[in-house]
Each structure stands twice: as C-alpha cells, then as structure tokens.
C-alpha cells in the first residue's frame, strides 16, 4: 500500500493470488498483467487516497464537475516564434 492509492498491478499468472490482491489493495484503477498507465475514459477511475477524492472519474465525472478546456496539439515539436501574440522573439 502507498498512501496514494491512484493505480495498482500484479504480475503474477497465479488467478488466486490475483483475487486476494484485488480483495486487499485500495486503489481506483486494478489490473493484472496489464500496465496501470492509459486507462480507458470508459471506465470509471480514480484515487482512494491522497492523489483522488473518492469520486469515480471518466463518464461519471460530469456528475460532478465540468469545465472547459482548450488545446493545441501537434504532432512534432514546431517553431511558435512570432505564432502566439503576446510573445516576443
């Protein structure tokens, strides 16, 4: 256990030992023999302790927050001189 409790994983092939561990741990996101980064927006996830607030994210989280937000993507690193006003060169 961390005092965090965001995400947690075995690497195991023993199925029991997997059960006991899903039985013990807390945590919002649980999986075996998978990675516990890129969980799916579908599923609801979140931190049982200091990283969350015990409120399930994803699809469930409009029942309780929104907001907008704005991004800008690309998919290389580009020059943004002279790009975004404000900035000088």
Same mark, same amino acid.
């Given at each position: 256990?961390?005092?965090y409790?965001?995400?947690?994983?075995?690497?195991?092939?023993?199925?029991?030992l997997?059960?006991?561990?899903?039985? @013990?741990?807390? /945590?919002?996101?649980a999986?075996?023999?998978?990675?516990t980064?890129? +969980?799916a927006?579908? $599923?609801?996830?979140g931190?049982?302790?200091?990283s969350?607030?015990? @409120?399930?994210? /994803?699809?469930y989280?409009?029942?309780y927050?929104?907001y907008?937000? +704005?991004?800008?993507? $690309?998919?290389?690193?580009?020059?943004?001189?002279g790009?975004?006003?404000?900035?000088?060169?």
């Amino acid at each position: 256990h961390t005092r965090y409790g965001l995400s947690a994983g075995l690497i195991s092939d023993d199925a029991a030992l997997w059960t006991r561990f899903q039985q @013990r741990i807390r /945590a919002g996101v649980a999986n075996w023999n998978r990675p516990t980064t890129g +969980a799916a927006g579908t $599923a609801p996830f979140g931190g049982l302790g200091d990283s969350g607030n015990h @409120r399930p994210s /994803a699809y469930y989280a409009a029942d309780y927050c929104a907001y907008p937000v +704005a991004s800008f993507e $690309a998919d290389r690193v580009v020059s943004t001189l002279g790009e975004i006003k404000g900035l000088k060169p």
